[in-house]
């Protein structure tokens, strides 16, 4: 039972490995190019607290700003039902163009975020897989330079969060708030 029990526990992590290494990287990524102000415009996660907070949710402007080391600082401010939220982070560079890490002080959790996706002028597609202790969460990002996309770029994000294992229920496209907008 114990072997049975042994397997199965590694059988998992393998699995959880394996979607982690799938995840693609935008080819010939330019990290000038993404520097700027983006809006979120819809979330998947299979995170508990996104599946019972993103009814609340109501939008948030991030800034992605090259920094002296190369790294990508990034200003968020999120609109919350107790009010705007002020989030600062660094996003570390890695080999591979297009990735980045991310180890979150508070919570202590480590986040390998990766650019699936862009054409720099309107849209990007972000994945972020997150551990903290033993548990892992995957979350899917899609920003756009206004908040009006096309809808195939929204169908992209859709077909992109099902091939990553994330059902309708996880996926949550924000309503449109343009009060962030110039608070950031």
């Not at 526990?9 to 000038?32: S, T």
């Not at 009006?148 to 929204?154: F, G, H, Q, R």
Request: aromatic share 12%.
């Amino acid at each position: 039972v114990m072997k049975a029990v042994l397997f199965c526990a590694g059988m998992v992590l393998v699995c959880a490995l394996r979607v982690k290494a799938d995840v693609p990287v935008q080819k010939d990524f330019d990290i000038n190019k993404i520097v700027g102000k983006w809006r979120l415009v819809a979330a998947a996660s299979d995170s508990e607290w996104f599946k019972t907070k993103k009814e609340t949710l109501k939008g948030a402007t991030t800034v992605f700003t090259l920094n002296e080391s190369g790294n990508l600082d990034v200003r968020a401010n999120h609109q919350r039902p107790e009010g705007c939220v002020e989030m600062n982070r660094t996003y570390s560079t890695t080999e591979q163009p297009g990735r980045f890490t991310y180890t979150n002080p508070e919570y202590g959790s480590v986040n390998d975020i990766r650019v699936v996706d862009t054409n720099y002028d309107d849209y990007a597609l972000m994945y972020f897989y997150t551990t903290k202790d033993i548990e892992t969460f995957h979350k899917v990002k899609l920003y756009g330079r206004t908040l009006d996309l096309k809808p195939e770029i929204v169908d992209k994000f859709k077909q992109f969060c099902i091939t990553q294992g994330f059902t309708q229920d996880t996926m949550f496209i924000l309503p449109k708030n343009d009060s962030l907008m110039t608070n950031i």
